[in-house]
């Protein structure tokens, strides 16, 4: 089993985020999508399907990176939470119980050893 196979989103904290959007449109070009972040388009090398990469700025006063006092957080795409989940607990890894199920696939959180929150993501089945 592949335990990380991309990385699914780079988050960030930011004091203004529209203003911080704006320079990263003029500078950089990247255009956010309506509502709030920008979503990167790829394609997987195997199989020819198209993902996406997220990128997105959040509030200073966030609580979503909690209890990490990083202002960034990364998201990885995962092949298999749970197996991937239980193999971590074995290896001692700090895992919060907190788990989310959407349309958008399944997620968890977990914390480095420098405090590190990082979130593990599995997309939904095509």
């Avoid at 704006?22 to 920008?38: A, C, D, F, S, T």
């Avoid at 959180?109 to 590190?116: C, H, K, S």
Wanted: no cysteine.
């Amino acid at each position: 089993m592949k335990r990380v196979t991309g990385i699914g989103g780079i988050f960030f904290k930011s004091e203004n985020a529209e203003k911080l959007y704006g320079w990263y449109e003029k500078h950089l070009g990247i255009q956010r999508m309506p509502g709030n972040g920008v979503a990167f388009e790829w394609k997987e090398a195997e199989t020819g399907a198209t993902g996406y990469t997220l990128w997105s700025l959040f509030p200073r006063s966030t609580k979503y990176f909690d209890p990490s006092s990083a202002s960034f957080m990364v998201n990885y795409r995962v092949e298999d939470l749970d197996a991937l989940l239980a193999l971590l607990k074995q290896e001692g890894v700090e895992i919060e119980d907190r788990r989310e199920d959407s349309e958008y696939g399944r997620f968890a959180w977990i914390m480095d050893p420098e405090g590190n929150r990082i979130e593990l993501w599995e997309p939904p089945k095509p």
